[in-house]
């Protein structure tokens, strides 16, 4: 992917397309336009309230609970996913490492090694499957789409090398219960803490460190980043290891939600996460994006998910919603940002003389 788009000027970066300064406060339809962060957020609240009064359970406490646990992958996968786009760069294979992870999670268990060995290693390989892609990346410079596409095909190969096409159940039940249960008497899974804890990790590294900030010179320019001092290649590969990591984190806790390790685990989940990420205001060229709006995104892609399971349509029909919503999240941010383009020129020349 490339990294040498631009922020588009009287825009910043963190705000995923906000206009900055006094003169924003008039802009009127051509700021509303640009802040896609504020349009999607808007635009899932509304998507959960019709949900909630159309659709037979959807706003029941129980199916609360299927909610979070159904988007716990999707969010935990693309908040560092978030930060990889944002560079220029793209990493498709956190569903294979999700997998493959998965598979060793499985065949340790069932070489009946204690589970408080099993998932620092999982974590420990998921974080050694992102240097893998990170080296092919930043090392030898290849295309961050290519190489992560050939990874996607080699670690969910070696899933079904190490576990084959079986599964390795019965987990101890003290984790197994804990990923599906609540806390306390509420009806919030306990899993929600650990999706709220690690987005606030990440909106902080994002928007508010000195990182966040190279993350996003290097996606808007990353020669122009090399003379201001980051070295965009250290700053890749060390998001790629955090990456992989994280998707390890979600192999362990689909494992455990399911009691169930399979070499097939989260199969097609980089779609929805990628979707999920761009129909958040995230920039598929880089240099633009914001957290909240990804967190939206990931909540609106799994609500509709959800609530045309619960209305029994098929899981082809459910790829095909995915498949459409990816395609808007490309063209609706940048038709946007043409109509607000357009709005702001034609105010320009006939504002005062």
């Avoid at 406490?61 to 990889?84: H, R, Y």
């Avoid at 129909?279 to 060229?285: D, E, H, K, N, P």
């Amino acid at each position: 992917m490339s990294a040498d788009t631009s922020v588009v000027p009287g825009q910043s970066p963190a705000s995923g397309g906000g206009v900055n300064g006094g003169s924003s406060a008039s802009a009127g339809v051509a700021g509303w336009l640009g802040n896609w962060t504020t349009a999607i957020i808007a635009v899932t609240v509304v998507v959960l309230i019709v949900a909630a009064a159309t659709v037979d359970n959807f706003g029941t406490s129980q199916n609360f609970g299927f909610l979070v646990l159904d988007l716990l992958p999707i969010a935990l996968v693309a908040l560092p996913m978030t930060l990889v786009i944002v560079t220029g760069e793209i990493d498709l294979s956190v569903a294979s490492t999700l997998g493959l992870t998965s598979a060793v999670m499985g065949y340790l268990w069932n070489n009946n090694q204690p589970i408080e060995t099993i998932i620092p290693v999982c974590l420990l390989l998921g974080a050694v499957l992102g240097a893998i892609n990170g080296f092919f990346v930043t090392v030898l410079g290849l295309p961050s789409l290519a190489v992560t596409i050939g990874t996607l095909a080699l670690y969910r190969g070696l899933a079904f090398v190490v576990l084959g096409d079986g599964a390795v159940a019965d987990f101890p039940a003290l984790y197994t219960d804990w990923v599906t249960g609540k806390i306390g008497g509420t009806p919030i899974p306990n899993v929600l803490l650990i999706i709220v804890v690690l987005a606030v990790v990440f909106g902080v590294v994002l928007h508010a460190t000195p990182i966040g900030r190279a993350v996003f010179a290097v996606g808007a320019s990353e020669q122009a980043a090399r003379f201001a001092g980051v070295r965009p290649g250290r700053l890749k590969f060390w998001l790629y290891v955090v990456s992989g990591l994280v998707a390890g984190l979600a192999g362990v806790l689909w494992t455990l939600r399911y009691s169930s390790a399979r070499a097939d685990n989260g199969a097609g989940l980089e779609l929805a996460v990628v979707a999920a990420v761009l129909l958040g205001g995230v920039s598929i060229f880089g240099g633009k994006g914001a957290l909240p709006g990804v967190i939206a995104g990931v909540v609106l892609l799994a609500s509709l998910q959800n609530a045309l399971r619960l209305s029994d349509v098929s899981n082809e029909a459910l790829n095909v919603v995915t498949g459409v919503l990816l395609i808007v999240s490309v063209l609706a941010p940048n038709l946007a940002n043409a109509v607000r383009g357009s709005l702001q020129r034609r105010r320009h020349r006939t504002g005062p003389r």
